[in-house]
């Protein structure tokens, strides 16, 4: 191993980057407009819905005093305004649902409010009328928000109780009726969720695509004849690429971090240095699936017929769009050997959570076992010339 | 016992199949130190594969080839020597000095007044910060030759370096080999152009991965009874046909 000459290959790499000024271009302008439009549809609020409020509760009187939590939630209800919100008898709402002129009916039972003071919860009986998957998904998230609003409303619900005294009105005992989150909470919203692995994708995509071309064209260029002409050895190759788009990378997350925290206005808790690990664990794994990879490419055409292979079905699987608990169970071993499915999930912690590194652990050693697989791969085959 | 001082290059039988084409059949040669030799044959009569083999790119099924006084393949005795491929593979998004640059220093040479001498050599230093890709095809050519040569190897292997090139530079390329023969520094030299041959100091005719014979230009003539190489060429082959 000569360091002298993973240093000349990587400012090589690093040099090519650079002369290409279009392709660094992209490499910043890229992820900003992707992350842009995701943020905007993420962030849209849904117009044109109505729903239907079926509100049979009874109320509940607790002493002198009578609450009806039905027609609180009733009323939150009519003061959102990105949808509409109407009153109607159970037979009306079946059948306007079925018409498909509401796109939910949410369903208040006569002991809806006894319900809640016993169980210290909401309990929404909501029926979607659900052809539009996403319309019910904007649907849902909008109720969440409702319910939450409706229990900040409700925490300090009066239920006085007699207690044993002489004036039994003003002795009251507060309730508090909440709603807990582990993690995030009602201010982090889907984009919070995504964008942070999206830092990831993107970083792996472009190490991927930029390692996979350039390696095929050292071998169509018979470039790579020339440097197994000269003394450096595979793995100094393999090293040199890596450090070289690693620079790239790095400043590829700085500023796609910096746009989603700052433009896009993401909630983030995380430390940098933590945030440059997990992405260059994902570089070393990129660099050594490109190498690899272009090898069983003989042209330009079919190397980019690897990057949805390669990196859609890892947005797919690994747990950016859709968690992975939610899918097959046949699925999931698959999903984990996935390197993004890892990435993705340490750099949620980090960045949602402000997570440590150490609170990650298990996602960077399964990183630098992928990572210590791929190089394997790439080490045996950098050196042939020709497949 | 072998002396790698004035035989920088022993090929000792060498044979090498690619699938079901042999491409070399057990062919053995010696280099002499400070001489040029040139390759002769006509396309896929192996010579590429030969320069290959030379250079520790392709391990012979059979045989070995000793590069200065080591059995290739051997990483470390690279940096000695110098290989320009048919193609001039160079970085076209780099500068000609970044090419140049970049593969002296893989063979261990960061001194950059050697890659200015080279750069002046090839008379291109005017172009030294221009990238490979504004330039002709002679001057990548001539930018592959810097890049061979910049780290001055004792052993210099062309495969078939004028190929594309114009007759003016042609003669450049050859007066700087010469030159540079001069210093002590072997050449080796791939080429089917006859006409070239001329200016070797030995030749070895190759065909179907075999040596047919080896000397000099008046020598393989006289050897023949002809007066110029291609009917030599023509004539040794016949003699080997005969022989099978």
């Not at chain 1, 980019?304 to 947005?315: A, C, D, N, R, S």
């Not at chain 2, 291609?230 to 080997?240: C, G, I, R, S, V």
Request: aromatic share 6%.
């Amino acid at each position: 191993m000569n360091l002298s000459r993973i240093i000349i290959l990587a400012r090589r790499v690093a040099q090519q980057l650079v002369a290409d000024k279009r392709t660094l271009a992209l490499i910043i302008v890229v992820p900003v407009i992707l992350l842009t439009v995701a943020g905007v549809l993420i962030r849209v609020e849904p117009s044109g819905l109505t729903i239907a409020v079926v509100n049979q509760d009874e109320g509940l009187t607790v002493g002198s005093q009578s609450v009806n939590l039905g027609d609180r939630l009733t009323e939150n209800l009519q003061n959102f305004d990105i949808f509409q919100t109407k009153l109607m008898d159970a037979d009306d709402a079946k059948q306007k649902i079925e018409d498909g002129e509401l796109d939910a009916v949410i369903t208040l039972p006569p002991d809806f409010s006894a319900q809640a003071a016993q169980s210290r919860q909401l309990n929404l009986n909501v029926q979607f009328e659900g052809s539009n998957p996403t319309v019910a998904e904007r649907l849902r998230n909008a109720f969440e928000r409702v319910g939450d609003q409706a229990l900040a409303g409700l925490a300090t619900l009066q239920t006085g109780t007699d207690s044993g005294g002489g004036n039994s009105s003003t002795a009251a005992i507060e309730t508090n009726l909440q709603a807990t989150y582990l993690n995030g909470g009602p201010e982090f919203d889907t984009l919070d969720y995504t964008a942070s692995a999206l830092i990831g994708v993107f970083v792996f995509l472009f190490v991927f695509i930029l390692t996979s071309i350039s390696f095929l064209r050292e071998r169509l260029a018979g470039t790579l004849e020339r440097l197994q002409a000269t003394p450096i050895q595979p793995l100094e190759i393999i090293i040199g690429y890596m450090l070289g788009f690693l620079i790239f990378g790095l400043l590829q997350g700085v500023i796609t971090l910096l746009y989603t925290v700052f433009v896009l206005n993401i909630h983030y808790h995380g430390n940098l240095l933590n945030v440059f690990v997990i992405e260059s664990l994902l570089v070393v794994v990129s660099v050594n699936l490109g190498i690899f990879l272009s090898t069983f490419a003989r042209n330009e055409f079919q190397v980019l017929q690897f990057i949805p292979l390669v990196v859609v079905t890892q947005v797919f699987l690994g747990g950016v769009l859709w968690p992975i608990e939610e899918m097959p169970g046949w699925l999931q071993p698959i999903a984990y050997m996935m390197p993004l499915t890892h990435a993705n999930t340490a750099l949620r912690a980090i960045m949602m959570t402000g997570e440590s590194l150490g609170g990650v652990w298990v996602q960077i050693a399964a990183l630098v076992a992928i990572g210590a697989a791929v190089i394997g791969l790439s080490a045996r085959t950098a050196g042939r010339v020709r497949m | 016992m072998t002396n790698t001082e004035n035989e920088p290059v022993k090929i000792e039988g060498v044979y090498k199949k690619f699938g079901s084409v042999v491409a070399l059949h057990g062919l053995s040669l010696t280099i002499r130190r400070g001489e040029i030799f040139g390759v002769l044959g006509p396309n896929g009569a192996g010579k590429s594969t030969l320069i290959r083999s030379i250079v520790g790119l392709i391990k012979p099924d059979q045989g070995r080839v000793v590069v200065l006084g080591e059995a290739m393949p051997n990483k470390p005795i690279l940096s000695r020597l110098g290989y320009m491929t048919q193609a001039s593979a160079l970085y076209d998004d780099l500068t000609v000095r970044q090419n140049v640059a970049f593969f002296a220093g893989l063979m261990g040479c960061k001194d950059d007044a050697k890659i200015q001498a080279a750069l002046d050599l090839v008379e291109l230093a005017h172009r030294a910060d221009s990238p490979i890709r504004t330039l002709s095809g002679g001057m990548r050519q001539r930018v592959s030759l810097a890049s061979v040569m910049a780290h001055q190897p004792e052993i210099i292997l062309l495969d078939e370096p004028t190929v594309g090139v114009d007759p003016q530079l042609r003669a450049q390329f050859w007066a700087h080999f010469r030159r540079l023969t001069e210093q002590g520094i072997t050449i080796i030299v791939s080429s089917h152009v006859m006409d070239e041959a001329e200016r070797c100091d030995r030749l070895g005719f190759i065909r179907g991965g075999q040596l047919l014979a080896e000397g000099s230009a008046d020598a393989l003539r006289q050897q023949a009874g002809k007066s110029n190489l291609e009917d030599a060429f023509l004539w040794f082959a016949q003699q080997k046909g005969a022989v099978q």
